[in-house]
T-cell receptor, first 116, second 111 residues
Framework: NAGVTQTPKFQVLKTGQSMTLQCAQDMNHEYMSWYRQDPGMGLRLIHYSVGAGITDQGEVPNGYNVSRSTTEDFPLRLLSAAPSQTSVYFC???????????????FGSGTRLTVV | EDQVTQSPEALRLQEGESSSLNCSYT??????LFWYRQDPGKGPEFLFT???AGEEKEKERLKATLTKKESFLHITAPKPEDSATYLCAVQASGSARQLTFGSGTQLTVLP
């Protein structure tokens, strides 16, 4: 089924460890982004990309790196995990350089990350 | 700074009991207001986009309306399957590539 696929669904890290959250879409969307969702707070934008080779920072980029070598994939790297990065991470994509008028963003099902 | 405030934080309704969810926003030029539904353990699912004051959109038991300062999501005769968290987000003219989200309203519809 077409959509946004995120892996893994759950992850526990120790403080200081690094890891990569995977995001792949098969809809040929140019725009991809990463959000984090914390209790009592809205989804907050971490990084986004408007096409292969082009990335930019969002609202909360510190501690995260991204790259976009293909249209399909947009991995999020945690360089040195901290407890403050415990959150649920969502990848989202769209045809256009922002949310689609008719479909908004298409979200993945999320990765729940716990840093101990 | 763009801001979105949703109220109430949580709402419990009996099946068939209609109500409304509120989304108040402050944005420097509204390009679009989005409503999403989020089920536990899932990503947000797109419901509506509204662009200008006075606009209304409907889908099944849901109707979204928009004024210059707020949006309402009206739920008519809800069913237990309408239970979810409803998220509101705004897209500002100056930051067209991103959305500012509210923290959501958790709706529970009891049978």
């Amino acid at each position: 089924n077409a959509g946004v696929t995120q892996t893994p669904k759950f992850q526990v890290l120790k403080t200081g460890q690094s890891m990569t959250l995977q995001c792949a879409q098969d809809m040929n969307h140019e725009y991809m982004s990463w959000y984090r969702q914390d209790p009592g707070m809205g989804l907050r934008l971490i990084h986004y990309s408007v096409g292969a080779g082009i990335t930019d920072q969002g609202e909360v980029p510190n501690g995260y790196n991204v790259s976009r070598s293909t249209t399909e994939d947009f991995p999020l790297r945690l360089l040195s995990a901290a407890p403050s990065q415990t959150s649920v991470y969502f990848c989202a994509s769209s045809y256009s350089w922002g949310p689609s008028k008719s479909r908004g963003y298409t979200f993945g099902s999320g990765t729940r990350l716990t840093v101990v | 700074e763009d801001q979105v405030t949703q109220s109430p934080e949580a709402l419990r309704l009996q099946e068939g009991e209609s109500s409304s969810l509120n989304c108040s926003y402050t944005v420097s030029g509204l390009r679009g207001l989005f409503w999403y539904r989020q089920d536990p353990g899932k990503g947000p699912e797109f419901l509506f986009t509204l662009y200008s004051a006075g606009e209304e959109k409907e889908k099944e038991r849901l109707k979204a309306t928009l004024t210059k300062k707020e949006s309402f999501l009206h739920i008519t005769a809800p069913k237990p399957e309408d239970s979810a968290t409803y998220l509101c987000a705004v897209q500002a003219s100056g930051s067209a590539r991103q959305l500012t989200f509210g923290s959501g309203t958790q709706l529970t519809v009891l049978p």
